[in-house]
């Protein structure tokens, strides 16, 4: 789908850039769709015959850990081959723009759903569900970061699979200090998240005045109640998404690829 915000709009946004003193964004799947990593709902939201939301429970992983591993290594062996695409490239560029300014008068920070580690470019930034590149012990709690490929041999090639291959828990990944089953770092349904990082949303929450929303469905809370919240304390909103997910201030419906980078005013010389 072609990106259809008029130049008008743009304009009004750069004023807006501009006027803001605190620029926060919060990021779902839709920001890696163009790096070709599947969105949670919709189309790519289907893994196997599993909707993808159905695994990301304790109750899931408690009920058929195997699975849920099975998933999770498909998804870590899916991400190690894609890149950064250039709507995650406008946010490293604006906050390259911002932070050298002198005086600098301006903050930017990215919230963000994503745990495929592709904004970890940025310097300033959120990742509010975790990382599929780290792991936690379900016996110690030890947690580390893990890029191995495979996470374990067990899981090897299982990625090809188009059915549960219904490892034992010997075979799956398992802890470096005291060999108990390790999960992956990331914050499943029902779960809460780490208390530190939501202070350090809701201090970004309390001071945005200008607040970009870039691919997320904005269906799941927490991270659902943030653009109500800046909204609520006289923030402006933005969204950026191929579908028109909400009332905002200023909307660019597109491939974030495209309208980031032009709204963001970074866009690559050619
Ligand atoms: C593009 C594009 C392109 C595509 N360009 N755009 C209050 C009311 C009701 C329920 C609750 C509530 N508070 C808590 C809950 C329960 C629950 C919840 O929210 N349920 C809802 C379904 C209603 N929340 C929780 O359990 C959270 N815990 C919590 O709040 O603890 C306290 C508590 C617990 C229980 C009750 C009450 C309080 C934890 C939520 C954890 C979510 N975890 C996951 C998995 C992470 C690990 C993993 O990746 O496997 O996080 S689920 C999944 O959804 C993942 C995502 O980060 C998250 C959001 O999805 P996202 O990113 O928005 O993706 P999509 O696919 O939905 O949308 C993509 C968008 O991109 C679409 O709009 C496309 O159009 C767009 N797009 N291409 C621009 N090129
Ligand atoms: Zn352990």
Same mark, same amino acid.
């Given at each position: 789908? &072609?990106?259809?915000?008029?130049?008008?709009?743009?304009?009004?946004?750069?004023?807006?850039?501009?006027?803001? !003193?605190?620029?926060?964004?919060? =990021?779902? &799947?839709?920001?890696? &769709?163009?790096?070709?990593?599947?969105?949670?709902?919709?189309?790519?939201?289907?893994?196997?015959?599993?909707?993808?939301?159905? $695994?990301?429970?304790?109750?899931? #992983?408690?009920?058929?850990?195997?699975?849920?591993?099975?998933?999770?290594?498909? @998804? *870590?062996?899916?991400?190690?081959?894609?890149?950064?695409?250039?709507?995650? !490239?406008?946010?490293?560029? #604006?906050?390259?723009? +911002?932070?050298?300014?002198?005086?600098?008068?301006?903050?930017?920070?990215?919230?963000?759903?994503?745990?495929?580690?592709?904004?970890?470019?940025?310097?300033?930034?959120? &990742?509010?569900? /975790?990382?599929?590149? *780290?792991? @936690?012990?379900?016996? =110690?709690?030890?947690?580390?970061?893990? *890029?191995?490929?495979?996470?374990?041999? /067990?899981?090897?090639?299982?990625?090809?699979?188009?059915?549960?291959?219904?490892?034992?828990?010997?075979? $799956?990944?398992?802890?470096?200090?005291?060999?108990?089953? +390790?999960?992956?770092?990331? %914050?499943?349904?029902?779960?809460?998240?780490?208390?530190?990082?939501?202070?350090?949303?809701?201090?970004?929450?309390?001071? =945005?005045? $200008? #607040?970009?929303? +870039? /691919?997320?469905?904005? $269906? %799941?809370?927490?991270?659902?109640?943030?653009?109500?919240?800046?909204?609520?304390? /006289?923030?402006?909103?933005?969204?950026?998404?191929?579908?028109?997910?909400?009332?905002?201030?200023? !909307?660019?419906?597109?491939?974030?690829?495209?309208?980031?980078? *032009?709204?963001?005013?970074?866009?690559?010389?050619?």
């Amino acid at each position: 789908m &072609a990106a259809n915000s008029t130049s008008a709009s743009y304009e009004a946004f750069h004023q807006a850039l501009k006027s803001a !003193k605190h620029i926060a964004t919060l =990021c779902g &799947a839709g920001l890696s &769709a163009e790096s070709g990593i599947p969105t949670f709902r919709g189309e790519g939201g289907w893994w196997r015959t599993f909707e993808a939301t159905e $695994l990301a429970t304790p109750t899931a #992983f408690k009920k058929n850990p195997s699975r849920v591993w099975e998933f999770y290594h498909y @998804r *870590r062996e899916l991400v190690l081959k894609k890149q950064p695409n250039k709507a995650h !490239k406008a946010l490293v560029d #604006f906050e390259d723009k +911002i932070l050298s300014q002198t005086p600098q008068n301006q903050t930017f920070t990215v919230i963000t759903q994503n745990v495929d580690g592709l904004s970890s470019n940025l310097k300033n930034f959120i &990742a509010m569900h /975790g990382s599929l590149f *780290r792991t @936690r012990c379900t016996k =110690c709690g030890y947690i580390e970061e893990n *890029r191995n490929s495979p996470i374990c041999e /067990g899981l090897k090639g299982t990625e090809n699979s188009n059915f549960d291959i219904n490892l034992p828990i010997e075979k $799956l990944p398992s802890c470096t200090k005291c060999n108990g089953l +390790i999960r992956p770092d990331v %914050v499943w349904f029902n779960e809460t998240l780490d208390p530190d990082i939501l202070n350090k949303i809701h201090e970004e929450l309390n001071r =945005c005045d $200008l #607040f970009l929303i +870039i /691919g997320t469905s904005g $269906l %799941v809370y927490p991270a659902a109640s943030y653009a109500n919240y800046v909204k609520s304390r /006289g923030g402006k909103l933005a969204i950026f998404n191929i579908e028109d997910t909400g009332k905002a201030d200023f !909307k660019f419906i597109g491939p974030c690829g495209e309208t980031l980078p *032009r709204a963001l005013d970074v866009c690559e010389e050619t």
